[in-house]
């Protein structure tokens, strides 16, 4: 399968805890990339490899792995993590290209 | 400093065709793949084309495979993106966005700031 299923909006209060997950076949043998992107701005990473973060995002940012199924947990939750977020992946098990995900949009409470 | 610049989006016909370029600097070219990514007025971001760094193997979404040709110039570190027969739905900002590594693995660390192109008549 080619698809990559999120949720499309998620809200949580300030300083909570909120998990964003990516579901597709693919996800059983490949890891997750997931993005943070802002109005009017290009996206950014936040996590790769399924826990790995770039220099300069928090470490409020995890990612874990379980069957099918990626997520990002994003663990007390601050202001300016209101963003969309987007997780993509091969697009199948033979390594023709990629696919990402419809995108989850998080607003905080 | 890794910076990725997109230029020759526009207005075109649908049917007619564009050039887009992504120039890169900060890093050593040849070493990385690059993709580009796109978003129309309002959408999520859909993944359209990838080359890698060490063997220029090329990658298409089924959307634009047969219309859209990726290449990549390491003398000029710079990646293009000629797209022909374009439709209306082709309507979206172009990212290039470059990868952590020379495969396609969908880790871009740094993208660009988009190219705007508009498909209409």
């Known amino acids: 399968s080619s698809e990559l299923t999120q949720d499309p909006a998620v809200s949580v209060a300030l300083g909570q805890t909120v998990r964003i997950t990516c579901q597709g076949d693919t996800l059983r043998s490949s890891y997750a990339s997931w993005f943070q992107q802002k109005p009017g701005q290009a996206p950014i990473l936040v996590l790769y490899?399924?826990?790995n973060r770039p220099s300069g995002i928090p470490d409020r940012f995890s990612g874990s792995r379980s069957g099918n199924t990626a997520s990002l947990t994003i663990t007390g939750v601050q202001a300016e993590d209101e963003a969309d977020y987007y997780c993509?992946?091969?697009?199948?098990?033979?390594?023709?290209?990629?696919?990402f995900g419809g995108g989850t949009k998080v607003t905080v409470l | 400093e890794v910076q990725l610049l997109e230029s020759g989006g526009g207005l075109v016909q649908p049917g007619g065709s564009l050039r887009l370029s992504c120039a890169a600097s900060?890093?050593?070219?040849?070493?990385?793949?690059v993709n580009w990514v796109r978003q129309a007025p309002g959408k999520g971001l859909e993944w359209v084309s990838g080359?890698?760094?060490?063997?220029?193997?090329?990658y298409y979404a089924d959307s634009v495979k047969g219309r859209f040709t990726i290449s990549r110039d390491n003398s000029k570190d710079t990646v293009y993106l000629q797209m022909n027969g374009l439709r209306v739905e082709d309507t979206a900002i172009y990212y290039c966005?470059?990868?952590?590594?020379?495969?396609?693995?969908?880790?871009?660390?740094?993208w660009g700031q988009g190219t705007l192109v508009t498909v209409s008549s």
């Open positions: 080359v890698t760094g060490s063997s220029g193997k090329t």
């Open positions: 490899d399924r826990d």
């Open positions: 900060g890093f050593t070219f040849p070493s990385y793949a």
């Open positions: 966005a470059k990868e952590s590594t020379s495969t396609s693995s969908g880790a871009f660390d740094y």
């Open positions: 993509n992946s091969r697009r199948d098990t033979s390594g023709n290209g990629l696919v």
